[in-house]
């Protein structure tokens, strides 16, 4: 099973990275393995199927460095995915057969992998305010991380639909390859800043944040 990485964050934390390169037949027989109790999805997408399962399996095999209970990650109203009845916060994300997934024992979090392509300069003025294009400088490694640590920051909050170009807000980059990023969501009964954690490797960009 060719996960990449494991990491700890922290004492209560850990985050999970997996280039996948196993069949859905051999994820699906993990799956089950692991918890049989874990009703699976099904996807017409072959590959968006083999992310799906990976992406359970690395959840359970961190939760595992918490607890042997064999709670099972559900989803809730938003579709979020969550531990119900529990303390653990969860987050995954899935771009080209590549799964990221972070566990906190008392964190909220928020993960997001992506793949560093060019069509993303396309919606680029779509998601980023002018001081952020700016901050880009139309280099499609930037705007991607800029997208990712976005994407990152809408899973964090999860309780409403956020505009990214006016609700989320991102500082400048300092260096590409891995780094802080100052960012902030604010509504208008909300005003909060968070430190979003990134690095680029090869050809994805990694985000994270705990708060």
Avoid at 4 to 10: L, Q, Y
Avoid at 28 to 37: A, C, F, G, I, N
Avoid at 95 to 118: L, T
Avoid at 156 to 178: Q, T, V
């Amino acid at each position: 099973m060719p996960i990449t990485d494991i990491r700890e964050i922290n004492e209560d934390t850990f985050l999970g990275f997996w280039s996948i390169t196993e069949t859905t037949q051999e994820l699906t027989d993990l799956l089950k393995k692991v918890r049989p109790e874990q009703e699976i999805r099904s996807f017409k997408n072959e590959n968006r199927q083999r992310e799906w399962l990976a992406s359970r399996i690395l959840a359970y095999l961190l939760l595992q460095d918490f607890t042997s209970e064999n709670f099972l990650l559900q989803s809730d109203e938003n579709g979020k995915p969550v531990f119900p009845e529990t303390d653990f916060q969860i987050s995954i994300s899935q771009s080209g057969g590549e799964v990221a997934v972070i566990v906190s024992s008392c964190y909220e979090v928020g993960i997001d992998i992506e793949i560093i392509r060019e069509k993303i300069m396309q919606l680029a003025y779509k998601f980023l305010s002018e001081k952020e294009q700016a901050f880009a400088n139309a280099d499609v490694a930037r705007t991607c991380l800029y997208w990712s640590a976005k994407e990152t920051l809408y899973k964090l909050y999860s309780r409403k639909k956020l505009l990214f170009k006016e609700n989320l807000g991102l500082g400048p980059i300092n260096e590409l390859e891995s780094g802080v990023l100052d960012g902030s969501i604010t509504l208008q009964d909300f005003n909060k800043n968070y430190a979003v954690h990134y690095e680029k490797n090869n050809n994805f960009i990694l985000t994270y944040c705990l708060a």
